[in-house]
Structure formats: C-alpha cells, structure tokens
C-alpha cells in the first residue's frame, strides 16, 4: 500500500510551544521518511529526514521521532516560532520505487505570536 | 543558481484548451518530477523521468503528456484541458545517481492553473 497518512489537517501553536505532527504508513519496504516544509508561493523543501535504523534524528529546534513497530513517525518543532508557520509534509519512499516519494496530505501549521 | 524554473505562474485556461508548463533545471539533475498539489491531497506525482529521452507514469498521469528530449527540460503537457485539473503543478528534480536514491528534491515554485 503505497500511501501515507497525515494528521492533523491544521495546527495552530503559540509562540515558543511545541508542535507535533503525526504520520503513519502501511508499507514496511518503506526505508527512508523525509519531512518537506513549504511556504506559502513556493515549492516544498526538504526540512528534515530518517531512516529506519535509528529512532530519532534532530536538527536544531526540529525532531523527527520513528516507531518502527508501531509504522508512525512525527516531526516535532520545539520553540515554534512565527517563521515556522508553513505547511508540513512527511513522505516516504523505499529503494525498490527509487526515488518516488509518496506524500502525506499536508498540515497547515501557524504560530501564534 | 536559478535551481528549478518553472513557467507561467499563474494561467487560466477554458475547458478544451491545451497548454504547456515549462520547466527547467541548472544543476545537471538526472530524475525529473511532476506533481500536482490539491488542498487537503498532497502531492501526487503525474510523470517522472530518469534521464533524458525516458519518462514514466506515476500516479494520476490522464489527461498529461511530457517529453524529455534534453537533461535541463521536462515540459507538461495538458490536452483538452478539464476543471479537474485546476491545481497547483510543481517540477522538481533530484540528483538519484551513484545509488543515491534518497536524494532531495529539488521543487520549484510551481504554477497555479485554472480551468473554468
């Protein structure tokens, strides 16, 4: 099943908050989870990614969590920030469908000053 | 570095034109993409390609054609145009060579199209 599934639809956080979001995915050949950031005019970039041979990575104020058991991973942003608020896709991709990904549906994230 | 350019920005089309979306890259990418993005869908890729003269379906390819005759261009074509393909249409590239398959994409910034 190549699909991922993306929750919440919206997040709205206050300044200096954290913000969690959730994604899961049913294919276990999947091997890599990149979180892309998008700004409002603009293409998506690449915030953030994991492989599933460790559990956590982190990058400054960004967190991406993996449970491998659990098929799920999540992006937490600690401290939010206004500059932060944008919309947050995770993806997934596995070697045999190359360099595919296949997106999650987005979450519109605004932070609140 | 321009990156990833893509051409019009913005454009409205009646039901039954065709047009077609320019895109172009300066960084000697091998593997380009086509997604459309929908609010509240994500993105969902119509054609990729892997190098110059090869090009493939991806998810949702009906109603699109593309063509890859040089390493830098990949052009989307839209026949007959329809409503359902009011979107935003996003190139991307990415340098998957040597085994590098997680390579980042590379998106430019896409073109909103209306078909009314």
């Known amino acids: 099943q190549q699909q991922v599934k993306q929750s919440p639809q919206s997040l709205i956080v206050q300044k200096g908050g954290i913000s969690i979001i959730n994604c899961a995915y049913e294919n276990t050949a999947f091997d890599y989870f990149p979180w892309y950031q998008q700004f409002p005019g603009k293409g998506p970039a690449l915030l953030i990614a994991i492989r599933p041979d460790v559990s956590e990575k982190k990058e400054g104020r960004f967190t991406i969590s993996f449970n491998k058991s659990a098929k799920q991973f999540s992006l937490h942003i600690m401290d939010s920030q206004p500059g932060d608020s944008a919309t947050y896709f995770c993806a997934a991709s596995h070697m045999e469908y190359g360099n595919k990904l296949v997106f999650g549906a987005g979450t519109i994230l605004r932070v609140k000053s | 570095n321009a990156g990833v350019t893509q051409t019009p920005k913005f454009r409205i089309l009646k039901i039954g034109q065709s047009m077609t979306l320019q895109c172009t890259q300066d960084?000697?990418?091998?593997?380009m993409y086509w997604y459309r993005q929908d609010p509240g869908m994500g993105l969902k890729l119509i054609y990729y390609s892997v190098g110059a003269g090869i090009t493939d379906k991806g998810e949702v390819p009906n109603g699109y054609n593309v063509s890859r005759s040089t390493t830098e261009d990949f052009p989307l074509r839209l026949e007959l145009a329809a409503p359902s393909q009011t979107s935003v249409y996003f190139c991307a590239s990415s340098d998957a060579g040597l085994g590098v398959y997680n390579s980042p994409l590379h998106f430019g910034n896409g073109t909103r199209l209306t078909v009314t």
């Open positions: 960084m000697n990418h091998n593997y």
